[in-house]
């Protein structure tokens, strides 16, 4: 059995400004993708070029803010939303969704597609790759402020968090890690590493990272405000994810009779 180290969410605090350590997991994120996607960006098969990224990581980290802030009081907190509605703003409470994010940075993303004249799927097929790297960097946040536990287990790695009480609980952020993170950018960056028909990239990362959320949500603790939806398992990330995996398989269907596009040899 393993004990959470229970570290401080503060890593620095100057004055009455408090640095987090998820809001600096976020920066990290951001930082990889903007230096992996400019070494992409020099590709010739690129559809943006380097000094591009900057727009493209601006419209992107706006979209998984405002998306996933959304995201978060629609799909988890409706009610607190209800009776609160400006409870929505109050960001530092903390609440973030990744299936709200994606939708938010479709939408932006699409918007500054929209604006080099290129479709929406060359640009999540040219940034798909480096995303896993910020939802890693994410779940490490989330073991740092020790939330998102796993359900009690006796497996020998079982850890106790304080906030989850006496007993030993699947570390489920650092299987999340695992598999979001550190599983999922190594596929895409490999199967992109080769031309691919347009859409099939993006199709990828949709099955994949449904897949991966589906399977950790069997051992990860259900919100407590929501509990499970149906036959005593299904939560709300599985039911999320599910028209990921199914609309990622339908576009990788479609992609297939595409053209391959670009070169990247």
Same mark, same amino acid.
């Given at each position: 059995?393993?004990?959470?180290?229970?570290?401080?969410? /503060?890593?620095?605090? @100057? $004055?009455?400004?408090? =640095?987090?350590?998820?809001?600096?997991?976020? *920066?990290? +994120?951001?930082?990889?993708?903007?230096?992996?996607?400019?070494?992409?960006?020099?590709?010739?098969?690129?559809?943006?070029?380097?000094?591009?990224?900057?727009?493209?990581?601006?419209?992107?980290?706006?979209?998984?803010?405002?998306?996933?802030?959304?995201?978060?009081?629609?799909?988890?907190?409706?009610?607190?939303?209800?009776?609160?509605?400006?409870?929505?703003?109050?960001?530092?409470?903390?609440?973030?969704?990744?299936?709200?994010?994606?939708?938010?940075?479709?939408?932006?993303?699409?918007?500054?597609?929209?604006?080099?004249?290129?479709?929406?799927?060359?640009?999540?097929?040219?940034?798909?790759?480096? /995303?896993?790297?910020? @939802? $890693?960097?994410?779940? =490490?946040?989330?073991?740092?402020?020790?939330? *998102?536990? +796993?359900?009690?287990?006796?497996?020998?790695?079982?850890?106790?968090?304080?906030?989850?009480?006496?007993?030993?609980?699947?570390?489920?952020?650092?299987?999340?890690?695992?598999?979001?993170?550190?599983?999922?950018?190594?596929?895409?960056?490999?199967?992109?590493?080769?031309?691919?028909?347009?859409?099939?990239?993006?199709?990828?990362?949709?099955?994949?990272?449904?897949?991966?959320?589906?399977?950790?949500?069997?051992?990860?603790?259900?919100?407590?405000?929501?509990?499970?939806?149906?036959?005593?398992?299904?939560?709300?990330?599985?039911?999320?994810?599910?028209?990921?995996?199914?609309?990622?398989?339908?576009?990788?269907?479609?992609?297939?009779?595409?053209?391959?596009?670009?070169?990247?040899?």
């Amino acid at each position: 059995m393993l004990t959470h180290p229970n570290i401080d969410p /503060v890593a620095l605090s @100057l $004055g009455p400004v408090k =640095i987090h350590w998820y809001g600096i997991m976020y *920066l990290l +994120g951001f930082a990889a993708f903007w230096y992996l996607a400019r070494l992409r960006a020099r590709k010739p098969w690129s559809p943006l070029r380097p000094e591009q990224v900057d727009d493209l990581l601006f419209y992107g980290a706006m979209g998984v803010i405002v998306g996933g802030r959304l995201g978060s009081m629609l799909f988890y907190n409706f009610d607190t939303l209800l009776a609160d509605p400006w409870s929505l703003f109050r960001v530092w409470e903390g609440g973030m969704s990744f299936h709200g994010g994606m939708l938010g940075v479709i939408v932006a993303v699409w918007l500054y597609a929209r604006k080099l004249g290129r479709s929406l799927l060359e640009i999540t097929d040219f940034g798909a790759p480096m /995303v896993p790297i910020g @939802l $890693g960097a994410g779940r =490490i946040g989330n073991f740092i402020n020790g939330e *998102l536990w +796993g359900k009690p287990t006796d497996l020998p790695w079982g850890m106790v968090f304080q906030s989850g009480g006496p007993l030993p609980r699947h570390p489920s952020q650092l299987y999340e890690f695992l598999l979001e993170g550190v599983v999922l950018f190594v596929v895409l960056w490999l199967y992109s590493a080769r031309p691919r028909p347009t859409g099939a990239v993006s199709a990828l990362f949709l099955v994949c990272y449904g897949l991966f959320r589906f399977v950790v949500e069997f051992v990860r603790e259900p919100d407590a405000n929501i509990g499970y939806l149906a036959w005593g398992w299904l939560t709300m990330g599985q039911l999320l994810s599910l028209p990921m995996i199914l609309a990622g398989a339908g576009l990788y269907l479609w992609a297939q009779r595409q053209p391959l596009r670009g070169d990247n040899s």
